[in-house]
């Protein structure tokens, strides 16, 4: 086990460097730069951006601005930030981390309670009107855009019925201990359901398929055939080799949550990690957007990495020796 992690953790090394190498040109290639909104300005001498962009290497070739920028990586520092002036990468991306951490936790804890036991009772209630709810509801959350979602639940649930804050992580800065923890939860619960809405209809139905498919097995029904109970046959022998694929999702769903709730933090003018990656790529401020995706993809790989070794837990068949 141990010398296959340590083979996964060196083919790390090249996938992030693809990864790397891919978003910096993407960001290159798009047009402008940290300076050039400035350009607008009759008050700015042109000469004076000029200066700005060859103080901020801006002007090098792009293989150049890639090597200065992996060099400093490999020395632990993702450079300042273009845009927040006075500010590192790293600072930027600490202080705004943990609040995306906190709703990516919790939609995915939605997800789970939701979408898995839903997913069982309909495979054992096949065809019947809670399966055919089930489908229904599954179906919607995969059509529904998140954006969209996100706007019926401010309008309803904080708009017209005042339930939950339509905006922020905390109603004030002064709340502390469990009070503060109750708040920070308030304010999760729209944009957290909002953002577990497709996941929780994707999970719902590749359990309710996974359970339906392992319960046509033949062990299934040596198993019935010894006497064993529904629940032992269900949750013991069916349940347990229906979690593979969902541990597959698992492992990529942590980072996919990290990279994907822009759109729900930005609706909900959430402090996170997904609206300081939008205001980056706004502004063209290439060190917050390479550190970000960096952060994003070392989660993925290392979600996978963890999705590997619980097939080990599920499964005692697999072996990585």
Same mark, same amino acid.
């Given at each position: 086990m141990y010398k296959y992690i340590l083979r996964r953790v060196l083919v790390f090394i090249p996938m992030l460097f693809i990864v790397t190498v891919v978003v910096f040109a993407l960001a290159y290639l798009a047009p402008g730069d940290p300076l050039t909104g400035q350009q607008l300005d009759p008050t700015i001498d042109p000469e004076v951006l000029e200066q700005r962009r060859e103080a901020l290497g801006l002007n090098e070739p792009p293989h150049v601005q890639y090597a200065n920028w992996l060099s400093n990586v490999a020395r632990g520092n993702l450079g300042d930030s273009l845009h927040y002036s006075g500010r590192t990468v790293q600072e930027l991306i600490l202080s705004r981390v943990p609040n995306t951490i906190y709703l990516a936790v919790f939609s995915l804890f939605v997800t789970i309670i939701v979408g898995l036991p839903i997913g069982i009772y309909s495979a054992r209630k096949q065809y019947t009107v809670v399966d055919y709810s089930a489908t229904t509801f599954g179906f919607l959350g995969l059509a529904t855009p998140n954006f969209f979602a996100a706007l019926v639940a401010i309008y309803f649930f904080s708009f017209q019925l005042g339930w939950f804050p339509a905006q922020g $992580?905390?109603?004030s800065t002064s709340l502390t201990g469990f009070e503060a923890f109750i708040d920070r939860l308030h304010h999760l619960v729209l944009p957290g359901i909002t953002l577990g809405l497709a996941s929780t209809a994707i999970y719902m139905r590749y359990i309710r398929s996974e359970m339906l498919d392992v319960m046509g097995s033949d062990f299934i029904r040596t198993a019935r055939a010894k006497g064993l109970g529904e629940n032992s046959v269900l949750y013991k022998h069916t349940l347990r080799n229906a979690l593979i694929p969902i541990i597959t999702l698992l492992g990529f769903e942590f980072g996919t949550l990290l990279s994907g709730a822009v759109v729900i933090e930005a609706t909900f003018n959430f402090p996170g990690l997904g609206q300081l990656f939008l205001t980056g790529i706004m502004n063209r401020d290439?060190?917050?957007?390479?550190?970000?995706?960096?952060?994003?993809?070392? $989660?993925?790989?290392?979600g996978n990495l963890l999705a590997d070794i619980f097939y080990a837990v599920v499964d005692p068949r697999i072996r990585y020796d």
């Open positions: $992580t905390v109603s290439f060190p917050l957007i390479m550190g970000i995706n960096l952060l994003v993809g070392v $989660t993925i790989l290392v």
